[in-house]
């Protein structure tokens, strides 16, 4: 069964201290890893997806990386905008018609 | 690009009635769209995926026949949820993909309240 867990569940940083995400999967047949990022009371807003071990994205203050096991989001000297719920969701052939395996989200707070 | 919206942002109800939920793909044509609900501090649970002019598919252990999908056109699904119970209160979210592309892009979420 495809698997995807989400550590820390929560993480609480200060203004400008950087830190990693991790998110770990257990998939047959890799599709496609993807972040998004959720903001209490919102819809799930699209930052990276990534194909292939070795891809990174960057976006801002972001940057992705994916393994064969475990994809980190990669958060340099945050701000407290950047506070959400990072969520990471694999898509596998498997599950067909393109669906989305999320896992549980971390939960940051960037502290002023 | 790529905006989804959701209509309306919360509804409140009463206990028996049924709720009709849109999602719309504002600047791209949605092949597919998906209905999820999460609960609080929890994670997007998938409910159904509907394609352009067929049958939607639902998981494991959704009732088809009280969340009733359409997908009439290119850019538009409904959600009806039949005789709601308080345990259908919950956030509901739609997303789409246009063809070929595995990107889903979420709508801003429904706040379903059952009385």
């Known amino acids: 069964e495809d698997q995807v867990t989400q550590s820390p569940e929560a993480l609480r940083l200060q203004e400008g201290e950087s830190s990693s995400l991790n998110c770990s999967y257990t998939v047959s047949g890799l599709r496609g890893l993807f972040w998004y990022r959720q903001d209490p009371g919102k819809g799930p807003e699209f930052l990276f997806t990534l194909y292939s071990a070795g891809e990174e994205k960057e976006k801002e203050r972001l940057k992705a990386t994916l393994t064969k096991k475990e994809s980190f989001l990669h958060i340099t000297a945050p701000k407290p905008e950047d506070s959400a719920t990072y969520l990471c969701a694999v898509q596998a052939p498997i599950q067909g018609a393109q669906k989305l395996v999320f896992g549980q989200g971390t939960r940051l707070t960037i502290n002023p | 690009g790529a905006v989804v919206s959701q209509h309306p942002s919360r509804v409140i109800c009463k206990s028996g009635t049924s709720v009709k939920i849109e999602c719309r793909s504002l600047d791209f044509q949605a092949t597919t769209m998906f209905w999820y609900r999460q609960f609080p501090k929890q994670s997007l649970m998938l409910m159904a995926t509907s394609n352009e002019g067929s049958k939607a598919t639902y998981e494991q252990g959704v009732e088809k026949d009280k969340f009733l999908i359409n997908h009439a056109s290119l850019t538009l699904s409904t959600l009806t949820v039949t005789s709601a119970h308080p345990e259908d209160s919950s956030f509901y979210i739609c997303?789409?993909?246009?063809?070929?592309?595995?990107?889903?892009?979420f709508g801003p979420g429904t706040r379903l309240l059952v009385l």
């Open positions: 997303s789409a993909n246009s063809g070929g592309a595995e990107t889903q892009y």
